[in-house]
């Protein structure tokens, strides 16, 4: 008896400290649910939903005046500061029909150099003027925001 009583002591014991360390996730991500990193999905929803509602002005206001792209190679011709954003926002991304842009939030990294990366993989599809008619061109892909700190918010510096 003594034996199947310390056996369940010793089973419940095991079960609370596993239990006490999990982590838990803020709900359709895969980030860790945490106060800050919140913050951080909560100011990137914002830039989602400036994407689909083609609101220029919010998608300005979340640039930094420092943005800048290099698009991932050694090619300087398509590379994209904060006033060619800010020219193709305001030309052909608003002759855009409609935009939908949903995003899975994968990984939110914070730096020692105080900028946060946000990796997710978004589904994009964008509603665009044809010859004939409007067509819908669709991506899937995997894509980072980096982040820096603006008081007690983010500005995005690349990724967009």
Known sequence: ????VLSLVAFLA????SGG?????????DVQDTGENRG???FCEK???AM??????TLLKLMSPAYFEDAGNVKGDDDADFDKIRQFLM????K???VRYEIRYRRITHTATNHVFVDYTYAGAWKIPGIKDDEWHHQVADNRLDLVHDGDSYKIVSGM
């Open 1 to 4: 008896m003594m034996r199947k």
């Open 14 to 17: 095991a079960a609370a400290v």
């Open 21 to 29: 360390c999990s982590k838990t996730y803020i709900p359709n991500t």
């Open 40 to 42: 951080i999905v909560t």
């Open 47 to 49: 830039y989602r939903h």
């Open 52 to 57: 689909e509602d083609r609101d220029v002005g």
């Open 91 to 94: 030309g052909d991304f608003l």
């Open 96 to 98: 855009t029909k409609g």
